[in-house]
């Protein structure tokens, strides 16, 4: 599970915040913070990898209406992303002199 937060930059323009508002809801896997006076919105996203965080990060940024997104926070389950194995770990790895 990779989890991110972001927080949206929405235009002044009323319409276009609504409408960027109504897309965001239809998006089973964001989860909307309360929209701030300086038009500013926290959102989170709980997807499957970070593929997926990508896709739903570039295509928030492309909506009209929003003036930029921050990424705030990234997290994922490690155990899911990296196959066992693809790591050294202390054991396995050789040893380096310093």
């Known amino acids: 599970m990779w989890i991110s937060s972001f927080v949206i930059a929405l235009s002044d323009d009323s319409r276009k915040s609504e409408q960027v508002l109504a897309a965001l809801r ?3 896997c964001l989860h909307l913070g309360e929209l701030q ?4 919105l926290p959102v989170v ?3 499957e990898d970070s593929q997926e965080s990508r896709y739903w990060y570039d ?3 492309h909506l009209p209406g929003v003036l930029k997104v921050d990424m705030a926070f990234a997290t994922f389950d490690a155990a899911e992303e990296v196959p066992e194995g693809s ?3 202390r054991t396995n790895a050789e040893s380096v002199d310093v």
């Open 26 to 28: 239809s998006i089973p």
């Open 37 to 40: 006076a300086s038009s500013r």
């Open 45 to 47: 996203l709980e997807v």
């Open 59 to 61: 295509w928030i940024e």
């Open 87 to 89: 790591v050294p770990s």
